[in-house]
T-cell receptor, first 115, second 112 residues
Framework: KNEVEQSPQNLTAQEGEFITINCSYS?????LHWLQQHPGGGIVSLFM???GKKKHGRLIATINIQEKHSSLHITASHPRDSAVYIC?????????????????FGQGTILTVHP | DVKVTQSSRYLVKRTGEKVFLECVQD?????MFWYRQDPGLGLRLIYF???????EKGDIPEGYSVSREKKERFSLILESASTNQTSMYLC???????????FGNGTRLTVT
């Protein structure tokens, strides 16, 4: 079983629909990231959160630490939202006397929004 | 804005060749990372570096080595490329241990 599981793997929506992507994890974390990857490869960080809820424009990310679960919501979806959305959890690791956050990634959710 | 630049977007190499993938960041970040991304497997960490000349193995270091001679540059080396190293390679950097990651645009490597 993967340490980070996303659902669904593929999601198709009509423009304007409300979209939810889920992420469950099984390890202790210091933070959780939601990332967006457009065709061509570049990855952009959308949110980094360790508790509660964050909102940026039409995007909302929530996390429930006790349940080890996070959701990414997109309100009023648009074709330009079509991308792969990746959940990643950050676990503290000590290397060379320095603490750094090791990221473990989910497999990604492919979102397609049709006009 | 932080810029992480990978030297090539697409690369085609032959089996057995030595391959260098270069990554440069312009924001004096301490940490740099190399990932590979494969369908169904997500991103997996190959190596990372937390300081100049310092490196640590990630989850899948076999067949790879890295070099960090200057703070801004982190190179991934495939000593003898094999077809199972055909993949998308992504470089990332972060200011310090728990800072957000900034990714490059990726290099799609094909080994024939």
């Amino acid at each position: 079983k993967n340490e980070v599981e996303q659902s669904p793997q593929n999601l198709t929506a009509q423009e304007g629909e409300f979209i939810t992507i889920n992420c469950s994890y099984s390890v202790g974390i210091s933070a959780l990231h939601w990332l967006q990857q457009h065709p061509g490869g570049g990855i952009v960080s959308l949110f980094m959160l360790s508790s509660g809820k964050k909102k940026h424009g039409r995007l909302i990310a929530t996390i429930n630490i006790q349940e080890k679960h996070s959701s990414l919501h997109i309100t009023a979806s648009h074709p330009r939202d079509s991308a792969v959305y990746i959940c990643a959890v950050r676990s503290p690791v000590i290397a060379g006397g320095t603490s750094y956050g090791k990221l473990t990634f989910g497999q990604g959710t492919i979102l397609t929004v049709h006009p | 804005d932080v810029k992480v630049t990978q030297s090539s977007r697409y690369l085609v190499k032959r089996t057995g060749e030595k391959v260098f993938l270069e990554c440069v960041q312009d924001m004096d970040h301490e940490n740099m990372f190399w990932y590979r991304q494969d369908p169904g497997l997500g991103l997996r960490l190959i190596y990372f570096s937390y300081d100049v000349k310092m490196k640590e193995k990630g989850d899948i270091p076999e067949g790879y080595s890295v070099s960090r001679e200057k703070k801004e540059r982190f190179s991934l080396i495939l000593e003898s490329a094999s077809t199972n190293q055909t993949s998308m390679y992504l470089c990332a950097s972060s200011l310090r241990g728990n800072s957000p990651l900034h990714f490059g645009n990726g290099t799609r490597l094909t080994v024939t």
